[in-house]
């Protein structure tokens, strides 16, 4: 079983600043890497999709990057919605998904 | 506007069973892959089930297999989940979401609550 890492657990920032997180596989998921965005009552919603495409719908401000074992998602400039849970997801070795624990961004 | 509603949550004693719903709308639901995902409360996504669109290949996490039965009635646009030998490690909130782009899960239903406790 592929096993996602998500880091930092809690990522406490500014409206404004750039958020990264992390999100690492214990193995190659090759660019078979989602992440969705969960606010608290509130179902997930896809936000990348295959490493580094934007769902639709989603801004600009969020990026994705990464391919292997270690992947990134970037939130250029916070805006006050984009704080919430993220979840990053893989599905190389279908069937079956994993996700990871999550990171929470929360308001600093 | 495509849309998931599940229904048929609620509370049921440990060994019971429980049926859950999801109704879509806005697409067509025939040439879709579904799942079904949870969400124990506070904690994270966990993958449950797949059913192609045709309803001839399925898939279950270990953790629900020879329990859960998934199914899908594309007449009804309704896709189900029959839960036995319910546990109450199973309590969570229970999600459809659509495979979108080959592999990914989108949208998702807003949720309905399964609680295993007598």
């Known amino acids: 079983e592929i096993v996602l890492t998500q880091s930092p657990a809690t990522l406490s920032l500014s409206p404004g600043e750039r958020a990264t997180l992390s999100c690492r596989a214990s193995?190659?998921?090759?660019?078979?890497l989602a992440w969705y965005q969960q606010k608290p009552g509130q179902a997930p919603r896809l936000l990348i999709y295959d490493a580094s495409n934007r769902a639709t719908g989603i801004p600009a401000r969020f990026s994705g990057s990464g391919s292997g074992t270690d992947f990134t998602l970037t939130i250029s400039s916070l805006e006050p919605e984009d704080f919430a849970v993220y979840y990053c997801?893989?599905?190389?070795?279908?069937?079956?998904?994993?996700f990871g624990p999550g990171t929470k961004v929360d308001i600093k | 506007e495509v849309q998931l509603v599940e229904s048929g949550g609620g509370l049921v004693q440990p060994g019971g069973s429980l049926r859950l719903s999801c109704a879509a709308s806005g697409f067509t639901f025939s040439s879709y892959e579904m799942n079904w995902v949870r969400q124990a409360p506070g904690k994270g996504l966990e993958w449950v089930s797949y059913?192609?669109?045709?309803?001839?290949?399925?898939y279950y996490a270990d953790s629900v297999k020879g329990r859960f039965t998934i199914s899908r009635d594309n007449a009804k646009n309704s896709l189900y989940l029959q839960m036995n030998s319910l546990r109450a490690e199973d309590t969570a909130v229970y999600y459809c979401?659509?495979?979108?782009?080959?592999?990914?899960?989108?949208?998702w239903g807003q949720g309905t609550l399964v609680t295993v406790s007598s």
């Open positions: 979401a659509r495979v979108q782009l080959l592999l990914w899960f989108d949208p």
């Open positions: 997801q893989q599905r190389s070795n279908w069937p079956g998904a994993t």
């Open positions: 059913i192609s669109s045709s309803g001839s290949t399925i």
């Open positions: 193995q190659s998921v090759s660019s078979y």
